[in-house]
């Protein structure tokens, strides 16, 4: 049962190795959470609510934080580029 939005991947850094995504996504929201699906790669990311910290949107962006087990990097953020960013803030405050 997810609600799926397509958006492209912004990464923080421009090193193509540590990127998370490579391109283009498909976020999935549910009861449980955010996935965030790399369709090329076959790669998810699940993050349940009660770990995402500062989840944002408007109008041609998502973005939100999960804490990490790293002390170098205790933060991981992703952003997104997407022209339903308000359909996700709205679901995501349902």
């Known amino acids: 049962g997810c609600t799926f939005f397509h958006a492209k991947y912004r990464p923080p850094t421009q090193a193509f190795y540590t990127q998370e995504f490579a391109g283009s996504v498909v976020i999935g929201i549910n009861e449980y959470g955010i996935h965030v699906i790399d369709p090329l790669?076959?790669?998810i990311i699940s993050v349940e609510f009660s770990?995402?910290?500062?989840?944002?949107?408007?109008?041609?962006?998502?973005?939100?934080?999960?804490?990490?087990?790293?002390?170098?990097?205790?933060?991981?953020?992703?952003?997104?580029?997407t022209n339903q960013g308000e359909l996700i803030n709205d679901l995501l405050h349902d």
Not at 55 to 67: A, G, H
């Open 41 to 43: 790669a076959m790669k």
């Open 51 to 81: 770990k995402i910290l500062e989840p944002y949107s408007d109008e041609e962006s998502f973005s939100f934080s999960q804490p990490t087990d790293d002390k170098k990097i205790p933060v991981k953020t992703f952003a997104f580029k």
